[in-house]
């Protein structure tokens, strides 16, 4: 069975200060996907990023970035410079060869 | 394109009422999900189905039914509500059913079962 632990349950943070979401997963198969999803107050679900177990390179993508490694079995997830927009629940989710499991999720706070 | 759509937003049920749950793609795409999230927890898989006339069991399944009669809806029904079910319902859609392409969520629906 496959698993994701997001331990970080709540962060709060003041504008323009980093934070970074933990994101550690569980798998037995082979060749399997990450992704992370953004759900803010008004509670859709946005599509953020995904990686393949086969590729280890970070990305960067604004003030967005994301550090996967395999030694560890981790994915996580750091967004520079912190604005009040950013305040939304993140989703870390994993797919092998079975279904989407889906962490339980980190609430980010950016204060003014 | 609308993505994918729900509805309703927002529904009441007392508890041993039924209901159907719409979802709607316009991508064409074969694989359609839905999950719920509860308070504080990730979202948990009910059903999928990977094309038209083909459905099956999620994590949660017990106490929902689906049906995919066509590529583009794939409704959830609720026989008879229970409090257990008050959740917010997010169907989505993916165009293969690996972890090339993300899911598309709907805005998500509501539902408080009393």
């Known amino acids: 069975a496959q698993k994701v632990t997001q331990a970080q349950t709540e962060i709060s943070v003041v504008e323009k200060e980093d934070v970074t979401l933990d994101c550690v997963y569980e798998t037995r198969d082979t060749t399997y996907y990450l992704f992370w999803y953004k759900q803010p107050p008004s509670g859709e679900l946005v599509f953020l990023i995904r990686r393949n177990s086969f590729d280890e390179q970070n990305e960067i993508s604004g003030r967005y970035s994301w550090n996967f490694q395999k030694s560890t079995s981790s994915f996580n997830f750091t967004i520079t410079a912190s604005q009040v927009v950013d305040s939304a629940v993140y989703f870390c989710a994993l797919k092998g060869y079975s279904t989407l499991t889906f962490g339980k999720g980190t609430m980010l706070l950016v204060s003014p | 394109n609308a993505g994918v759509t729900q509805t309703p937003k927002f529904r009441i049920l007392k508890i041993g009422q039924s209901m159907t749950l719409q979802c709607t793609q316009d991508?064409?795409?074969?694989?359609m999900y839905w999950y719920r999230q509860d308070p504080g927890m990730g979202l948990k898989l009910i059903y999928y189905?990977?094309?038209?006339?083909?459905?099956d069991k999620g994590e949660v399944p017990n106490g929902y039914n689906v049906s995919r009669s066509t590529t583009e809806d794939f409704p959830l029904r609720l026989e008879l509500a229970a409090p257990s079910q008050t959740s917010v319902y997010f169907c989505?859609?993916?165009?293969?059913?690996?972890?090339?392409?993300?899911?598309?969520f709907g805005p998500g629906t509501r539902l408080t079962v009393l």
């Open positions: 989505a859609s993916s165009n293969t059913g690996t972890g090339n392409n993300e899911q598309f």
């Open positions: 991508m064409n795409h074969n694989y």
């Open positions: 189905s990977v094309g038209a006339g083909i459905t």
